[in-house]
């Protein structure tokens, strides 16, 4: 687990709040210096703790108005199998995350479509050619309560 302190969990906070934030306006809201503050987010970014920045997007105002959650089982559980398994999922941009999962499925996948007749076609065309794949359970969303990739980090025991 990565040794973080009170000041690098405020600066992974504001900086998931807004990516965009200069070093300037970091280190003006966290009351340091822009040197330290640099230093400080070049060791998060170095140590992999900060993995990038990208623009969170609408997808319902960009007309992908289907999200689905998938869960798919598996037969064959085999390197070669799963290796082509997770080429196939990581190739395909409707798959917003898979998961290897317990329980009754092996894999819990998250997708996005269009409408009702382009989630159709992903299924004919990508998941049920998926190697080793029995079974296809989807759930479509009806209403998104919440969604966050922000992680708790002041709450963090540091």
């Not at 689905?68 to 037969?75: H, K, Y």
């Not at 190739?91 to 269009?114: E, I, K, M």
């Not at 989630?119 to 794949?133: A, K, M, N, Q």
Request: net charge neutral; glycine share 6%.
């Amino acid at each position: 687990m990565a040794q973080i302190d009170k000041t690098d969990a405020l600066i992974l906070d504001h900086l998931q709040r807004d990516g965009r934030l200069s070093n300037a306006k970091l280190a003006e809201r966290l009351s340091l210096s822009e040197t330290p503050c640099w230093r400080r987010l070049k060791r998060l970014n170095e140590e992999g703790i900060i993995e990038g920045y990208q623009a969170v997007l609408n997808r319902r105002a960009l007309g992908f108005g289907v999200m689905a959650f998938v869960q798919l089982s598996c037969t064959e559980h085999d390197a070669a199998t799963t290796a082509e398994f997770q080429r196939a999922i990581e190739a395909s941009p409707n798959v917003l995350a898979c998961h290897n999962t317990t329980g009754d499925a092996d894999f819990l996948l998250q997708v996005v479509a269009r409408d009702l007749d382009d989630y159709s076609r992903f299924v004919e065309t990508v998941l049920r050619r998926l190697p080793g794949v029995s079974g296809i359970k989807s759930s479509l969303s009806l209403r998104e309560l919440k969604s966050s990739s922000h992680l708790p980090v002041r709450e963090l025991r540091v």
